[in-house]
């Protein structure tokens, strides 16, 4: 059978999620615990691949050619035996045998968190990014505006293949302020590589007065990375939901059995 995991990392510990020799990986942990309960040796598809040091609630694999008599509570359970403090596998499901995480998905949400205060606070500052000057979180979101839509992203991150394109469609890109703390969610059907981070990065320097809302528009007929602001630590980054056909599930809000009411 082909199983669907949910999973939430805290990024820190890992040099990513792809497996890379030699380095503690997101994907090397769980491949080599799935490897050691299932007998055999594993390998896994992904929605996303995560960069160093980027966290995560809502990232989701799926593990083709399981034997159907492995017991979905009992696989999460022993994963998490293994995996804990760092990961956490909080839904194990069967899915259709065609169902990839990385073909099947529709989008991808990730939040940037911000502090903004004059003072750092420890307890935040493994997963937000401590901002001590004002921001202008209106002006951030004019900008935000001339960003959504169907554009070409190379000013904002790379594309490793020279024959591939940095043609995505961002949904979603917008910025909230809850007291402290400022977040900035956006949502593509995919994203290039560190283009979240370099969307932040530039829209801080638009919160701070050092770029114009209308500035993006150049900054994306550029095409060209050194144009835009910089890359926002990878800290603050949180990979938060993926969508599919049948919806997305709300972390930690997945069933104890298949049927059952959520926990």
Known sequence: MNLR???AYDGRPF????RQPSLRTVQGDLEDGLSRILGK????????????????????????????DVDEVQLRDALNAI???HVSVWGCSRAADDWHARFSARSRTYVYAV??????????????????????????????????????????GRVPDPQATAQ??????????DARLIRIRARANAFIQQMVRSLVGTLLQVGAGRLAPSDMRALLAARDRSAAGPVAPPHGLCLVAVEYDEGWKAPFQAASRP???PR
Request: hydrophobic share 45%.
């Open 5 to 7: 995991l949910d999973l």
């Open 15 to 18: 040099h990513g999620f792809a």
């Open 41 to 68: 040796e594993i390998r896994i598809n992904v929605a996303g691949r995560t960069d160093a040091g980027v966290h995560a609630v809502g990232q989701v694999v799926n593990v083709p050619d399981v034997s159907g």
């Open 83 to 85: 995996l804990a403090p």
């Open 115 to 156: 502090l903004r205060s004059d003072v750092p606070d420890p307890f935040l500052a493994p997963t937000t990014l401590f901002h001590p000057g004002d921001l202008d979180v209106a002006a951030m979101n004019e900008a935000a505006g001339h960003l959504v839509g169907p554009h070409d992203f190379s000013s904002f």
């Open 168 to 177: 995505r469609d961002l949904f979603e890109l917008r910025c909230c302020r």
């Open 259 to 261: 049927g059952e009411a």
